[in-house]
């Protein structure tokens, strides 16, 4: 009699086991949230209509496979728009892709071998953490300071093939990459031979900060592969991203998807298309540039009247602030706040290492409006001396 194999193969207990990069409760958007844009304010009727609009004027032929690297018309929409980046690109090189997490699925798959370095974040994104763990890489830390990643540890011998990076905001901290740490990490990637991926995510959204160029358009040599999402501009159940990929690469990452989704659902691809072509999405990132500035403001003033012992970080871009706590546990607080229905997630959730780790809670401030911002700040106060 043969033995029972385990359900799931190594990897796939691996992978099954891995920390659930997020925490939310289910529920509607509820203060604090991360990763949540401001739902209440998309302009869901003009969408409606863009969806009416592309289901009518569907064809049979529209109904086949559509093309593996996504619509043109979204594809040149998309390198339209990341000149806003301060980057150029041609429609050839962006790949549509079913959010930033498949893109990084995608080209950790394709870059790395089992067991190959991998230099993240840390603290980090637990979803670069989740794609290399698929990708069977290993995991080499470097610390984030004030001015990002600590390039400096980078080392030609330590054969890392990829650094996945956060440049525009660190998450979870929030720092920008120094202008000198982006380029001497495209000089360690020239050196090394190595990928960068930079993962673009919370750019669009700057608090009286001027934005440095994205490290796709100080790279002349090609090593930077680029990664944007709709998810915070847009909404996160759309599902929908994008790579920027060097031209040498194209033709690869176009034939591995034949292994997997093969390309995202075309009906959706031609809603963004549209809506980036309309000018809808222009304006809404407009409104909810002031949107977000307003909520930033009114969970500023509310943490300063609640005299809770937090200290709000500078908020130079993104939808989350990073507040310090002071004589009390982060990981407490996060656990007295739930039972409350609050949602904050600790600063060290997202630090994979035994290394130090600062007593800070993140506050999502795009989830939801100044007035219900404002009261959870006061619930946020009173859970906080209740974990005392
Ligand atoms: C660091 C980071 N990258 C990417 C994303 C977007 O991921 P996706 O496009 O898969 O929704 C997020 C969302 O919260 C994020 O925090």
Request: aromatic share 6%; glycine share 8%; charged share 20%.
């Amino acid at each position: 009699l043969v033995a029972e194999p385990p359900l799931l193969s190594a990897r796939g207990q691996e992978l099954a086991s891995a920390p659930a990069p997020d925490r939310r409760r289910p529920g509607p958007p509820r203060a604090f949230r991360l990763g949540t844009p401001a739902l209440d304010l998309f302009p869901l009727r003009s969408w409606s209509r863009i969806a009416r609009q592309c289901v009518r004027s569907a064809t049979p032929r529209r109904l086949d496979y559509s093309a593996l690297a996504g619509l043109l018309s979204l594809r040149e929409a998309i390198a339209e728009q990341v000149r806003s980046r301060g980057t150029r690109c041609t429609a050839e090189q962006v790949i549509v892709v079913a959010g930033a997490q498949r893109g990084l699925d995608l080209a950790l798959h394709l870059l790395i071998d089992p067991g190959d370095a991998v230099a993240m974040e840390e603290p980090g994104y637990p979803g670069a953490q989740a794609a290399l763990l698929a990708a069977g890489g290993r995991r080499l830390s470097v610390p984030v300071d004030a001015d990002g990643l600590e390039v400096a540890r980078l080392h030609e011998g330590q054969g890392v093939r990829v650094a996945c990076v956060t440049p525009s905001h660190q998450f979870p901290l929030g720092v920008p990459l120094s202008l000198p740490r982006r380029q001497s990490l495209l000089a360690w990637a020239r050196r090394s031979h190595a990928w960068v991926i930079e993962d673009d995510y919370d750019c669009d959204f700057r608090y009286q900060a001027q934005p440095l160029p994205c490290l796709h358009a100080l790279d002349p040599d090609g090593r930077v592969i680029y990664l944007g999402s709709f998810s915070k501009t847009l909404f996160p159940a759309l599902r929908l991203g994008y790579l920027i990929v060097p031209h040498q690469l194209v033709g690869g990452f176009l034939r591995a998807r034949l292994a997997s989704d093969l390309h995202p659902p075309a009906l959706e691809q031609s809603m963004v298309a549209r809506f980036l072509a309309d000018g809808h999405y222009q304006r809404h990132l407009r409104r909810m540039q002031a949107a977000y500035s307003e909520r930033l403001e009114a969970l500023r003033q509310a943490m300063a009247r609640s005299g809770a012992p937090l200290s709000l970080r500078p908020v130079h871009s993104g939808l989350h602030a990073v507040a310090d706590l002071e004589g009390v546990a982060a990981e407490r607080v996060s656990a007295t706040a739930a039972e409350r229905q609050l949602e904050v997630v600790p600063l060290s959730h997202y630090y994979r290492g035994d290394g130090p780790r600062q007593n800070a809670l993140l506050l999502g401030f795009a989830a939801v409006g100044p007035r219900p911002l404002r009261a959870a700040v006061e619930k946020l106060a009173q859970a906080i001396a209740a974990s005392r």
